[in-house]
């Protein structure tokens, strides 16, 4: 499988909201375990995990907080989602 076609798994909340104020959205949310949501991102933002991690990524900070609420209310959709598929 190649970069293109590989997926990364990101769970930490800060990191997802990072991903989105630089412009990279999750292609879905996997909510398998009823304890953690799963935002699945492309592979091509492993450099922006790489430069997070190693605290070299500068974001507009209003932004950031509006990703932040952004990705609390995927997360809120996606439990009412399972709620109402019958899950936990």
């Keep these: 499988m190649d970069q293109a076609e590989e997926l990364i798994v990101v769970?930490?909340?800060t990191l997802i909201?990072?991903?989105m104020t630089l412009k990279q959205f999750p292609v879905s949310i996997d909510r398998h375990?009823?304890?953690r949501i799963n935002f699945i991102f492309p592979a091509t933002v492993?450099?922006?995990i790489t430069q997070y991690w190693a605290?070299?990524?500068?974001?507009d900070p209003l932004e950031l907080s509006n990703q932040l609420k952004n990705?609390?209310?995927?997360?809120w959709e996606?439990?009412?989602a399972s709620k109402s598929e019958?899950?936990?």
Aim: glycine share 10%; hydrophobic share 45%; charged share 25%.
């Design 11 to 13: 769970s930490d909340l």
């Design 17 to 19: 909201a990072t991903l």
């Design 33 to 35: 375990d009823a304890k």
């Design 46 to 48: 492993r450099p922006y």
């Design 55 to 59: 605290k070299q990524l500068l974001v």
């Design 71 to 75: 990705a609390k209310g995927r997360i």
């Design 78 to 80: 996606a439990q009412a």
């Design 86 to 88: 019958g899950g936990a």
